[in-house]
Nanobody
Framework: QVQLVESGGGLVQAGGSLRLSCAASRSIFRINAMGWYRQAPGNQRELVAIITGFGSTNYADSVKGRFTISRDNAKNTVYLQMNSLKPEDTGLYFC????????WGQGTQVTVSS
């Protein structure tokens, strides 16, 4: 089991940057993959980025080149650096840990104004 707490969301103008953090309650060394998802009102939750225990990453096409997911195993934390933000990036961002089951944080709101 793992508890996840997201932070770092906020209100920014288009073109700005935010860095989201996901703090895990336990070591993430043995977590197969962690990721960031987002959900905007009226939309389904979508995958933004994932990072495996080996450090490989995958991104949604819409964020490639702008977002970077990383992990600091010593701090049990996963980050999402978001640059060149667009209004369509607005949403509630959730941290996810894939183990035998999926675990979710409560989310952090990201709002990008035009």
């Amino acid at each position: 089991q793992v508890q996840l707490v997201e932070s770092g969301g906020g209100l920014v103008q288009a073109g700005g940057s935010l860095r989201l953090s996901c703090a895990a309650s336990r070591s993430i060394f043995r977590i197969n993959a962690m990721g960031w998802y987002r959900q905007a009102p009226g939309n389904q939750r979508e995958l933004v980025a994932i990072i495996t225990g080996f450090g490989s990453t995958n991104y949604a096409d819409s964020v490639k080149g702008r977002f970077t997911i990383s992990r600091d195993n010593a701090k049990n934390t996963v980050y999402l650096q978001m640059n060149s933000l667009k209004p369509e990036d607005t949403g509630l961002y959730f941290c996810n840990a894939k183990m035998f089951d999926d675990y979710w944080g409560q989310g952090t709101q990201v709002t990008v104004s035009s």
